[in-house]
């Protein structure tokens, strides 16, 4: 699980340029790290990427927050906690 945290950070940090301590559980994409649309859209592929998942729309709009993404990625990917 440690090592998927890390992977969605360094996403995060790619695709929206901001430093590792601005990451925290509870950050909003858009308020708290000053994601717009197109950075969401990027992140959103990034992660799809890195992880070898799809991501509908529908989920992709309910993913606003970090701890959000991670829980997504981990339910996608069958890892419980």
């Known amino acids: 699980m440690e090592e998927i945290q890390k992977r969605l950070k360094d996403i995060v940090i790619d695709r929206l340029d901001v430093e590792e301590e601005q990451i925290k559980a509870d950050a909003s994409f858009v308020e708290d ?14 992660i799809e990427e890195e992880f070898d998942i799809e ?26 906690e």
Not at 33 to 46: F, K, P, Q, R, Y
Not at 56 to 68: G, M, Q, R, S, Y
């Open 55 to 80: 991501i509908p729309d529908e989920d992709a709009e309910k993913l606003t927050n970090v701890e959000e993404a991670m829980n997504y990625v981990k339910n996608k990917l069958g890892i419980e």
């Open 33 to 46: 790290l000053g994601a717009d649309s197109l950075d969401i859209v990027e992140l959103i592929m990034g």
